[in-house]
């Protein structure tokens, strides 16, 4: 059965851990960029 917020946990827990990877290989100038950014498409989409 289909279980929404089980899903929704499950991806907002691999959305964190790749936000952490990115934002720890960012130089600070980059940092700036996807300050204001929730999630890590949008902060691959700032960088990119």
Known sequence: MFNF???L???K???AKA???IGLTLSDEL???VRE???AKEMW???C
């Open 5 to 7: 917020e089980s899903q």
């Open 9 to 11: 946990a499950t991806w």
């Open 13 to 15: 827990k691999k959305d």
């Open 19 to 21: 936000q952490a990877l």
């Open 31 to 33: 940092l700036e960029n």
């Open 37 to 39: 950014v929730s999630t």
């Open 45 to 47: 989409q700032a960088i």
